[in-house]
């Protein structure tokens, strides 16, 4: 493979970001990569910074809300057409599919097109579980995250499937960008960190509730929360937390600069993960890979990185009691947390490498 071709979300997305990641290790493996940032968000501007730094070539499109944004469509044929000559497309964002295949039609030459499925199952719409049968019939191959979304695909679609034209591809980071120096916290107080979009299925609602009950049962603790993000929720969460009278304890930071939210992190003493269900959670392989010691939801695509008791601590969905036991006994007991965090650390390295990711990716491109 000479060139490669990749589509992302313009926006807030995590699996642009792991696209990113991706195309940035193409790059330094040899293979010259274009990336298209496409969606209904503005772009990041520092993910694209961060791929051009990296020698990747990045286009930015808008897209109107819907099915029927018919100039974004042609705009992604175009830029596709503009490059025929690589050898595969990666769509990270899998709405660009019919816009791909367009751009060669009645052409003697088609690269491999190559999809992600990253929405959870759980949330899946009719019509993105159409789209999930489409990418199995009319691209070339799928990847998916764990062998457990994979295989609720092949339950949900049943006869439809076609396993022959898929892959299990762990998704991979860049660990190097993880171990920049802890940022200056309060003394005497327990931190407590969440990181991510604010929308409904990462409950950030069970977190702040635990975090009221730690507050109103052990102030000697002095337990305080550091959000990291934004998205459509986070009005509403700052009014929970009002409601809930641990406003004072709670600090909204807001997106912020890839840098310094990983010298923020690195100053938490315990990463959260509050959250239905994932496909793969970026948030959750960032903290590991930061080695902090991280406590999530026993939630899908959490159980298959996350081992109770291993490299992390599980809790009930939606159990702000429980959460808050659990985290209660964790800042009790500084030896079980250095012994996660380290375990933790150990498993990213081993398991979460963008150049590993890279490696899979072309040898399922070369399969099929």
């Known amino acids: 493979m000479h060139k490669a071709a990749q589509v992302a979300f313009s926006g807030l997305s995590g699996a642009s970001d792991l696209c990113a990641a991706l195309a940035i290790a193409g790059q330094k493996a040899g293979v010259t990569q274009t990336l298209a940032f496409w969606g209904t968000e503005p772009v990041i501007e520092a993910r694209r910074d961060r791929c051009t730094r990296g020698g990747v070539a990045t286009s930015v499109f808008g897209k109107k809300q819907g099915l029927c944004d018919r100039e974004s469509q042609r705009a992604i044929t175009a830029w ?7 050898d595969a497309f990666i769509l990270h ?5 019919l816009a791909v295949r367009r751009a060669f039609r009645g052409t003697s030459r088609r690269p491999r097109i190559v999809a992600l ?3 959870p199952n759980i949330l899946k719409r009719p019509h993105e579980w159409l ?3 489409m ?6 191959g799928v990847v998916y995250n764990t062998e457990t979304y994979r295989a609720d695909v092949a339950k949900k679609i049943g006869p439809l499937f076609r396993r022959h034209r898929t892959a299990v591809i762990t998704n991979g980071i860049e660990l190097d960008r993880y171990q920049a120096a802890p940022a200056p916290k309060r003394a005497g107080e327990f931190t407590i960190g969440m990181s991510g979009r604010m929308m409904p299925v990462k409950d950030y609602q069970t977190l702040l509730r635990a975090l009221a009950i730690l507050r109103r049962e052990h102030p000697a603790l002095n337990a305080h929360l550091e959000l990291a993000g934004d998205g459509p929720m986070r009005a509403e969460l700052e009014t929970l937390a009002r409601e809930l009278g641990i406003a004072e304890a709670v600090t909204f930071l807001g997106l912020m600069p890839f840098d310094k939210l990983v010298s923020q992190m690195r100053s938490w003493d315990l990463f959260v993960l509050s959250t239905h269900g994932e496909t793969q959670p970026l948030a959750l392989m960032e903290a590991m890979a930061c080695g902090l010691p991280c406590v999530a939801t026993e939630a899908p695509g959490v159980t298959e990185i996350l081992r109770d008791g291993e490299n992390g601590s599980l809790i009930t969905l939606g159990d702000a009691p429980q959460m808050a036991a659990v985290i209660r006994s964790l800042a009790a007991t500084p030896e079980t947390r250095a012994r996660l965090a380290a375990s933790a650390l150990r498993f990213a390295q081993e398991r979460f490498s963008s150049a590993m ?3 899979n990716f072309q040898m399922f491109i070369a399969q099929i």
Do not use: F, I, Q
């Open 80 to 86: 596709a057409r503009d490059n025929r000559d690589a």
């Open 93 to 97: 964002y899998p709405a660009a599919l």
């Open 117 to 119: 499925e990253h929405h």
């Open 131 to 133: 789209l999930s049968v």
């Open 135 to 140: 990418l199995l019939w009319l691209g070339d």
């Open 357 to 359: 990711m890279w490696k």
